[in-house]
């Protein structure tokens, strides 16, 4: 018994989907001029795929998960479920246009001609807003099709925004958020569901290390109970005493979010000593 995972072959996914599976303490070599692997450790055959494949194989069966973007999930449109969302690969598909467009809501996009490799994407996100636009399919150098009259607009993947600023155009409209996401397709036997649990509890206990610091000070036994109030944990701070007579070492997990904000306020309640340290992995 054993599930079949496909992951980018290249692309950027590719290099976090391994890194991925390698925290999750699954070994695997980084399939370089191959179209499959087989983890040495855990029940696992991984095909490295172009990433606009990896839906149609999950939903036929040949795979049975796959790491992909939202984007091409919601483009592809198949009947897959999405087991996780990973975290990694975080862009945005957006609407753009020339900056020398005045624009004032997405309603100036009425009547205009949209090129974009997302049709399926933008035309719901142009339907549901009763937007009537001519859609152009294009596979590549969308960001080009304003500067040479093919569109009005385009509807791009965006990270940095870098590649539409130097092609003379600004962004106007999110049309969603992607991350990759875990997907399934409905076909797996009662056992590979069970390996499925096993691989979501390793990725999730990875995920939650990567938001969470773990955090040692030092603090005035008078000051314990300020400093404590600051510190929430995972259940509670854990209090030793040190070898120095009125003064405690306090150990506790802190959100990446809070991190910041609750360091300064330790600091300002007398908190000395302040390490933080990386967690590799996090179960709750």
Known sequence: MKLRIAIQKSGRLHEDSIKL???CGIDINNGVNKLKTEATNFPLE???????????????????????GENVVLEKNRPLRTVEKLGFGKCR?????PKSMEYSSIRDLQGQRIATSYPVIVNDFLRKLDIQAEIHEISGSVEIAPGIGLADAICDLVSSGSTLFMNGLKEVETVLRSEAVLVSNDKLSPGQQQLLAKLQFRIQAVKKAKNNKYVLLNAPNDKLPEIIGLLPGMKSPTVLPLAEEGWSSVHSVLNENDFWDIIENLK????QGILVVPIEKMVV
């Open 21 to 23: 599976l390698k925290e």
């Open 46 to 68: 991984v095909f490295f795929l172009r990433d606009d494949d990896i839906p149609q194989y999950v939903e036929d069966g040949v795979a049975d998960l796959g790491i992909v």
């Open 268 to 271: 300002a309640a007398g908190a």
């Open 93 to 97: 598909l957006a609407m753009a246009v």
